[in-house]
């Protein structure tokens, strides 16, 4: 497995702002993906970040709303634009490309409060 | 489809106990890849299995062990002597082909289950 952060480790933000948060991986790998955990619920896959090219997001999530960047094979950020309190979730992002393609291993997640 | 289904909101046992949790998977792959994860309080996920649709061995390891049954399209989990630690979301995910020869988790809804001293 690898090491992954996330900053921030949580968050209180207004509604209308933008947060940014960044994933940071201790190797290489090919493929990141963005999950939100809104409250109580399961995780919800945002889009998934391929190093060099757009981000590729799933039905319910834009780009304008969640935009994602992958400048490297170890970086990646998610920014949560235009607040509100209903994006109030756990936010994390996850690599596969390590042991196999088949396999993510999660960060610890931004917790994001929106008031 | 391609869906996950923990039946199982949550459970409350009590220490030592026994500890079954359901999972039932539907997909249109031939080949693909099942989790299970563990959510405790402090809110991250930590990988505990992964099993492929071409083996149907039973795992176990330690106080864990996993029961892959394609037939009822199920990959239940079961924790033997439970323990308070153990008390936590569990989440079981299904890895479905995507375009580029990548893979993306569908994950069910979640059991909390929540260990008694």
């Known amino acids: 497995s690898a090491v992954i952060s996330q900053k921030p480790s949580r968050d209180i933000c207004q509604r209308g702002t933008s947060l940014t948060i960044q994933c940071q991986v201790d190797?290489?790998?090919?493929?990141m993906f963005w999950y939100r955990q809104q409250p109580g619920q399961s995780l919800t896959l945002i889009a998934t970040a391929n190093q060099g090219s757009e981000a590729t997001y799933e039905s319910g999530f834009v780009i304008d709303k969640f935009p994602i960047s992958r400048p490297n094979l170890t970086f990646s950020t998610l920014t949560v634009s235009n607040m509100s309190p209903e994006d109030s979730s756990i936010y994390l992002c996850?690599?596969?490309?390590?042991?196999?393609?088949?396999?993510?291993?999660f960060g610890p997640g931004t917790r994001l409060t929106v008031t | 489809a391609q869906k996950v289904t923990q039946a199982q909101t949550e459970i409350s046992v009590v220490e030592k106990e026994d500890v079954t949790l359901d999972c039932v998977y539907e997909?249109?792959?031939?080949?693909?890849?099942l989790f299970w994860y563990k959510q405790p309080p402090s809110g991250e996920l930590v990988f505990l299995i992964r099993?492929?649709?071409?083996?149907?061995q039973n795992e176990i390891s330690g106080r864990y062990s996993w029961n892959f049954q394609k037939s009822t399209s199920s990959f239940n989990f079961t924790i033997t002597a439970s323990q308070v630690v153990d008390s936590a979301v569990y989440f079981c995910?299904?890895?479905?082909?995507?375009?580029?020869?990548?893979?993306?988790?569908?994950f069910g809804a979640g059991t909390r289950l929540a260990v008694h001293p």
């Open positions: 995910a299904l890895s479905v082909s995507f375009s580029g020869g990548y893979n993306k988790l569908i």
């Open positions: 099993r492929n649709s071409f083996d149907e």
């Open positions: 996850s690599v596969s490309g390590l042991a196999g393609y088949y396999e993510q291993y």
């Open positions: 997909t249109r792959d031939t080949t693909y890849y």
């Open positions: 190797s290489q790998v090919t493929m």
